[in-house]
C-alpha cells in the first residue's frame, strides 16, 4: 500500500480531468429548486450492500447496558465522511461529483478540509482502469492473477469510486491526529463487496501505531432479532448516555468485524446507534466510549465532529447545478433535455425526483 | 435573459448578473420573432433568486465562522458557484405590446410571448419616438435630462404642463431642482410664473454658478413681504381682508362683523387706508371687540405688509408687465410669520382670480412650495377647479405628499417622484398616475437624489426615470448656520 497522505487527495483533481473521456451530449440530472434537500447518492447507490454490511441480527436481547461516565482529559478528534452526487449521463456514461470532508477538533479549534468536488466522467471505457487504479494504485490491495472485474452498472462504478476514495482518506485520518480518537461513518466491516479486509486492518494499524482509537458509527443499523424483529430503540428508555456491547450476541461470523460491535447512546436524549470501536492500546472499550463523550460536543446524540463532516461533504441542490455549468462549460458538452420516462407517461401522477 | 414567470401584468425574468444587467426603470423589450409581435416591459425591481439551500449555505458559512474551512477544488468551480449564488430576478410591467410588422406600439391586448421569446434591452430613444415626444414633436420644448438608463435626453412640452403637476419626494431628493427647470423652460418660451418660495431658493437663479449675472437676472422678480412687496388696502379688498383677519388670525365672529363695518364706513367716505382702519377700531364701544380689533391690527402693523401711500404699494398687474416676455415674480416666504404667508398668498391668488376672469392677464403658471401651509380647503377647490379654468396652471412641490388635498391628486396631470420610503405617502398619490402602487414603491424607494419618476400627459402615461439636468445659475438659498464647517 502506497504511503497515504492528503497530497493525494489533493492530486486527485487532476486525475479526474485528465481521466476525462471526451462526450459531446450531457442530460443533466433535475434538480428541484422549490425545496432543499442534502444531495449523496451513497444512500441510493449502496443501499442494499449497506443493508447488507451493517444490519446485526442478534441471538437474544439479554444483554447488559453499562452507563457511559465522561472522561474530560482531552483528546484530539478527526472525523472523515465523503458523499457523491450524479450530476448527469453523457453519451458516453454518467457524469458524477465526489467530495471528501475532514473534520480535526483540536483543543482550542476546529477546522475542516474540503477535498473536491472530483468531477468524474465515468464510462465503459474507463471503469476498469479508474477501478484498477484505485484499488492497485491507491490501496495498495494485491489482486495476484486474478482480475477483479468493476461493477457492471456505471451507477456503481461511480459509488466504488467515492468508497475508495473514502477509504483512502479514513486510512489519511488515521495519522493526522496522534493519542486521539478517529471517527468514521459506518462500521468496522472488512470483506464487504468494496472493501477488502487488509484495507481496514491496515487502516486500524495505522491508527494505533498513532495511539488513535477508532469509532465507526453507524447512521442507519438494523438491528433485529433472530426472529427479525427490529430494535430501533433498543436504549430509547435508558435516562443516561450508556452502550451494551453486542459483539458476542450476533448471530453472524464476527470475523469480517474488526472492531467491536456495540449499540450506544452518547447523551441521555439522543438517538442509539450502532458503534464499532477500536480502541487503542491500553485502552478499553468503555474508555473510548467516555473519552468521547467528554471530548464532544452532540448533536441528537451525534457527535458534532462527524456532523460537520458530513454537512461539509454533503451537496446541496445550488451545488449541484453549480458542478452542472462547470462541467458543460469546462467539457463544451451539449445540454439536451433529461428524458423522465414517468414525467412522459405518468403525468400528472409521475413526480419530478432529484 | 429568460422568461420565468408571469403574474397578471407582472412579468418575471431571469438573469445572469455577471452576463448581463439591468436596472430599475430600464425598458425591456419581450420578442417572440415567429409572430413578429413584443411586449415592451418595465423593470420595477430587482432581487436575488431564493435558491432553497442558500439560506443553508450562507448560515452554515456564517455559523461556522470558528472553524478554519480549506478547501482544496477546481478553482474555476467557484466563479460558477458565485454565479449561481447571484442569479436574479428583474421583475417587470407590461406597458405596451409592440406590432413588429407595423413597427407601432400598442396598448396591451393581454398576449403573453412564450419563454424562447428574446428578451432584448430597448432603447429609451426608441419608445420615445414611437410616443412622439421629444424635442424634434415639440414647438414647446422644456429640456429636463437624460433618461436614466439610455441617456437619451428628455424633453417635455409645455403644453402639457397647462394642468396640475406635481412634484413629491423626500427633502434634499431633487424637487426644487427640478422645478427650477421646469420654471426657466417656462420663462425661456415667454411664459410667465408666479413662485411661492417658502425657503428663498428661487431668488438665487438670478446669478451664474459662477456669480456673475445670469440671463434671468431681469426675468426673476422677487417681491419680499413688508420690503419691496406692500399692498394698499383697497387693492386687497374687504372680503381677502377680512379672511385673512378670521383664518389666520382668528377674529371672532362679533369682531368680524364690527371689522366689516367699520370697512364698509370708510369705503363710503372714502377715507380707507390702515391708520384709518385702526383709529377706528380704537373708537369701538365693545371694550373686548375694540382689543380684538386692535391687537390683531398691531400685528398686521408690524408686518408691514399695508401701505396707505399708493405709490409705496405694488400691484400684481404692475409687477407682471415688467416680464411680459417670460419671467417670474418670486414671493419670498422665508422665515415670514403664518398670517404675512397667508395674507399676501391670498390676496395674491384672489387678485390673480379677479384679474384672469376680467382678462387682464394671459393664461400663468403658479409654483407652490408645501402650499399644504398656506392653502385652506377653499384655496384648493379654487386654485384646482376655477383658477386652472381662468388659466392658472400650477405646479406644488411638497415633501410631505399626504398633505396635498385628494382634489389636487384625483386632478393631477403630471406627476413628478422623487425618492420616497413611506407607504402612506406613495399610497396618497397612487391615484394621480395610471400606474399600480407595487410599481411607484419599488421604484421611488430605488431612486437616488436627482433622479425622478415622470408619468402624465408629458409622457403620454409612460413611466419614465430620469436624471435631472443640472442647471447653469445658482439654485441653492442660504441657510444661516452656526457651524460652518463640517
Not at chain 1, 436524549?269 to 487503542?280: I, L
Not at chain 2, 419626494?169 to 425661456?188: E, F, R, V, Y
Not at chain 2, 389666520?248 to 363710503?268: C, F, R
Not at chain 2, 407682471?320 to 418670486?330: N, V
Request: glycine content about 6%; overall charge negative; aromatic content about 8%.
Amino acid at each position: 500500500m502506497n504511503n497515504l497522505n492528503k497530497d493525494i487527495l489533493k492530486e486527485l483533481i487532476k486525475t479526474f480531468e485528465n481521466e476525462f473521456p471526451e462526450a459531446r451530449i450531457i442530460s443533466p440530472r433535475i434538480v428541484q429548486l422549490d425545496k432543499f434537500v442534502y444531495i449523496n447518492d451513497e444512500e441510493l447507490d449502496k443501499a442494499e450492500e449497506l443493508e447488507h454490511d451493517e444490519a446485526l441480527d442478534l441471538e437474544n436481547i439479554d444483554i447488559t447496558i453499562k452507563e457511559i461516565k465522561p472522561d474530560y482529559s482531552f483528546k484530539p478528534i478527526v472525523a472523515i465522511d465523503t458523499s457523491s452526487a450524479k450530476l448527469g449521463e453523457t453519451n458516453k456514461g454518467i457524469l458524477a461529483a465526489i467530495r471528501v470532508a475532514i473534520v480535526v477538533q483540536e483543543e482550542n479549534a476546529t477546522s475542516v478540509e474540503k477535498f473536491g468536488p472530483y468531477v468524474v466522467h465515468v464510462t465503459s471505457e474507463n471503469k476498469q482502469y479508474l477501478y484498477d487504479y484505485f484499488r492497485q494504485n491507491l490501496l495498495g490491495i494485491k489482486i495476484g492473477n486474478k482480475k477483479i472485474e468493476a461493477p457492471l452498472l456505471l451507477s456503481k462504478m461511480v459509488d466504488r469510486i467515492r468508497n475508495a476514495i473514502e477509504r483512502i482518506s479514513q486510512i489519511i485520518t488515521c495519522s493526522i491526529i496522534k493519542n486521539g480518537l478517529v471517527l468514521w461513518d459506518g462500521s468496522l466491516t472488512g470483506g464487504t463487496i468494496d472493501t477488502p479486509k487488509e484495507v481496514i486492518e491496515k487502516a486500524i494499524h495505522i491508527a494505533h501505531s498513532n495511539g488513535n482509537s477508532i469509532i465507526a458509527i453507524s447512521k442507519k443499523s438494523w438491528l433485529r432479532l433472530a426472529s427479525g424483529e427490529q430494535l430501533v430503540g433498543l436504549l430509547d428508555n435508558v435516562p443516561k448516555a450508556c452502550f451494551v456491547d453486542v459483539h458476542d450476541k450476533l448471530s453472524a461470523d464476527t470475523s469480517r468485524f474488526l472492531g467491536r460491535v456495540h449499540v450506544a447512546k452518547f447523551t441521555v436524549d439522543g438517538f442509539s446507534f450502532r458503534v464499532d470501536v477500536s480502541p487503542s492500546n491500553g485502552y478499553t472499550n468503555e474508555d473510548v466510549f467516555s473519552l468521547l463523550v467528554g471530548n464532544s460536543a452532540f448533536y441528537n446524540g451525534y457527535p458534532e465532529a462527524l456532523r460537520l463532516a458530513h454537512i461539509h461533504c454533503y451537496f446541496t441542490p445550488s451545488e449541484v447545478l453549480t458542478l452542472q455549468n462547470y462541467a458543460i462549460n469546462k467539457y463544451n458538452l451539449e445540454v439536451t433535455r433529461t428524458f423522465d420516462i414517468r414525467m412522459h407517461l405518468f403525468t400528472p401522477f409521475g413526480r419530478k425526483s432529484i | 435573459m429568460q422568461i420565468y414567470q408571469k403574474v397578471g401584468d407582472e412579468i418575471i425574468l431571469l438573469y445572469n448578473p455577471s452576463k448581463e444587467e439591468v436596472i430599475v426603470g430600464e425598458n425591456l423589450l419581450i420578442v417572440d420573432n415567429s409572430r413578429m409581435k413584443g411586449i415592451l416591459v418595465q423593470v420595477f425591481e430587482q432581487n436575488l433568486v431564493e435558491i432553497p439551500g442558500i439560506l443553508e449555505e450562507l448560515i452554515r458559512k456564517e455559523s461556522s465562522a470558528q472553524i478554519r474551512v480549506q478547501e482544496h477544488a477546481p478553482g474555476e468551480i467557484q466563479k460558477f458557484a458565485i454565479d449561481l449564488k447571484n442569479m436574479k430576478f428583474a421583475r417587470t410591467r407590461v406597458r405596451k405590446e409592440v406590432d413588429l410588422i407595423k413597427g407601432e406600439i400598442l396598448d396591451w391586448s393581454g398576449w403573453v410571448p412564450d419563454r424562447s421569446s428574446e428578451v432584448k434591452s430597448i432603447d429609451d430613444k426608441w419608445i420615445l419616438d414611437k410616443l412622439k415626444i421629444g424635442k424634434d414633436f415639440y414647438k414647446n420644448p422644456i429640456y429636463l435630462g437624460k433618461t436614466n438608463f439610455s441617456k437619451n435626453d428628455f424633453y417635455i412640452t409645455a403644453y402639457n404642463l397647462q394642468g396640475i403637476n406635481v412634484v413629491v419626494g423626500k427633502k434634499g431628493t431633487g424637487k426644487s431642482h427640478l422645478t427650477k427647470a421646469l420654471l426657466l423652460g417656462l420663462i425661456d418660451l415667454g411664459a410667465i410664473g408666479i413662485v411661492f418660495d417658502i425657503n428663498d431658493e428661487y431668488s438665487a437663479m438670478t446669478k451664474t454658478i459662477e456669480g456673475k449675472e445670469s440671463p434671468y437676472s431681469k426675468k426673476l422678480i422677487t417681491l419680499d413681504p413688508g420690503k419691496n412687496l406692500k399692498f394698499t388696502l383697497d387693492y386687497v379688498g374687504r372680503d381677502v381682508f377680512i379672511d385673512v383677519m378670521t383664518s389666520a388670525l382668528k377674529l371672532p365672529d362679533i369682531s368680524t362683523i364690527e371689522l366689516m363695518n367699520i370697512w364698509d364706513k370708510l369705503v363710503q367716505q372714502n377715507k380707507l387706508n390702515f391708520q384709518n382702519l385702526i383709529t377706528e377700531a380704537n373708537g369701538v364701544g365693545n371694550p373686548n371687540v375694540r382689543l380684538a380689533l386692535i391687537k390683531r391690527l398691531n400685528r398686521i402693523e408690524e408686518s408691514k405688509l399695508f401701505v396707505d401711500d399708493p405709490e409705496q404699494a405694488i400691484t400684481l398687474e404692475k409687477e407682471i408687465e415688467k416680464i411680459t416676455k417670460g419671467g417670474a415674480l418670486i414671493i419670498n416666504l422665508k422665515a415670514k410669520n403664518i398670517f404675512t404667508i397667508y395674507l399676501v398668498v391670498q390676496t395674491i391668488l384672489s387678485k390673480m382670480e379677479s384679474l384672469l376672469e376680467e382678462e387682464k392677464l394671459k393664461p400663468m403658471f403658479f409654483l407652490a412650495e408645501e402650499a399644504h401651509t398656506y392653502f385652506t380647503g377653499t384655496n384648493w377647490i379654487d386654485a384646482i377647479t376655477r383658477m386652472r379654468h381662468l388659466g392658472t396652471y400650477q405646479v406644488y412641490i411638497t415633501n410631505t405628499p399626504t398633505t396635498l388635498d385628494e382634489i389636487v391628486i384625483r386632478q393631477t396631470d403630471n406627476l413628478f417622484v422623487f425618492h420616497l420610503s413611506e407607504p402612506k405617502d406613495i399610497e396618497h398619490i397612487i391615484p394621480a398616475v395610471k400606474l399600480e402602487s407595487e410599481t411607484v414603491k419599488k421604484v421611488a424607494e430605488a431612486l437616488p437624489p436627482r433622479r425622478c419618476l415622470v408619468i402624465g400627459r408629458v409622457t403620454e402615461d409612460y413611466p419614465f426615470v430620469i436624471d435631472v439636468t443640472s442647471l447653469e445659475v445658482q439654485v441653492a438659498g442660504e441657510t444661516k448656520r452656526f457651524f460652518k464647517e463640517p
